[in-house]
């Protein structure tokens, strides 16, 4: 085997950054950095769950429990499923299974950056999100069909960018970035 390769077997777990390619062939990088039994982080169990039709891998952190602000996010969306037809006095109608795995990317994505949103139910079985933060807003609706749109204000810079029904994933993470720059 070689060093490159014994290298990747050993930082494959470890909590320490794995050196840059270059120096890979330098014994005296390679000495310096090989992390110990006691420095490598063992890896976590992940657990699968089906959650409204959705596959969801979890892999716990440090405190090995479900996090929180996730877990409200998903009884919301339950309550979304819950609903009855008309809901909202016109012909609004409950969640639908092809909104679902969008709005849990966006959850998932939202915790990771600590930006937790308010969450409520658009007429078409869709799922809308908004955050908040002074002068900054940002909405995301997931629609019943499962398409994307956006819409990011910054009242302090006058700046103001809106994504079409049917953008796509990445536009609208690229907003979601953009709110969570200016937070």
Known sequence: MSNAAQIDDLWEDSAVS??????????????AVVP???????????????????????????????????????AKLLEFA???????????????????KPALQIIFCSYQRACEPRLHPLPDGGVGFRWANGLRE?????????????LFVNCETEDEVELPLGSSSAEVMGLFEKYSLNR
């Open 18 to 31: 794995a050196p840059p390619r270059p120096y890979m062939d330098t014994n005296r990088w390679l000495q």
């Open 36 to 74: 110990t039994k006691s420095r490598q982080r063992k890896a976590r169990e992940a657990h699968e769950f089906e959650f409204l039709g959705v596959k969801v891998t979890w892999t716990p952190d440090a405190s090995g429990e479900f996090p929180e602000p996730v877990f409200e996010r998903l």
């Open 82 to 100: 819950a609903l009855d037809d008309g809901w909202d006095s016109y012909a609004g109608v409950s969640l639908k299974q092809t909104a679902v």
């Open 138 to 150: 940002l909405e995301i609706d997931v629609a019943g069909t499962g398409e994307l749109e956006g």
